[in-house]
Nanobody
Framework: QVQLVESGGGLVQPGGSLRLSCAAS????????MGWYRQAPGKERELVAA???????IYADSVKGRFTISRANAKNTVYLQMNSLKPEDTAVYYC?????????WGQGTQVTVSS
């Protein structure tokens, strides 16, 4: 059993910053890719950013240059630094990890960008 605990969401004004964290625990021997997805009301869940086991980041075009994904392997944790936030970034953000036992999702954390 693998559990993912997310933190760092909240309400921020346009142009502000937030840092999301997602820590994995449980029966983990190895983690490959880690990523962040988001789902806005009435829209499908979409990939925001991912980072491979080798540390190579991948970003959606809509967040390139504003968001940075990173990982701390010793802590089984993935981070998403979000800068220059826009109202269209408002969504529930979910972390996702691909590990030795399969694929796991976090419970989601709300990010609201509004003045």
């Amino acid at each position: 059993q693998v559990q993912l605990v997310e933190s760092g969401g909240g309400l921020v004004q346009p142009g502000g910053s937030l840092r999301l964290s997602c820590a994995a625990s449980g029966s983990i021997r190895s983690i490959n890719d880690m990523g962040w997805y988001r789902q806005a009301p009435g829209k499908e869940r979409e990939l925001v950013a991912a980072i491979t086991g080798g540390g190579r980041p991948i970003y959606a075009d809509s967040v390139k240059g504003r968001f940075t994904i990173s990982r701390a392997n010793a802590k089984n944790t993935v981070y998403l630094q979000m800068n220059s936030l826009k109202p269209e970034d408002t969504a529930v953000y979910y972390c996702n990890i691909n590990h030795n036992s399969g694929l796991s999702w976090g419970q989601g954390t709300q990010v609201t960008v509004s003045s």
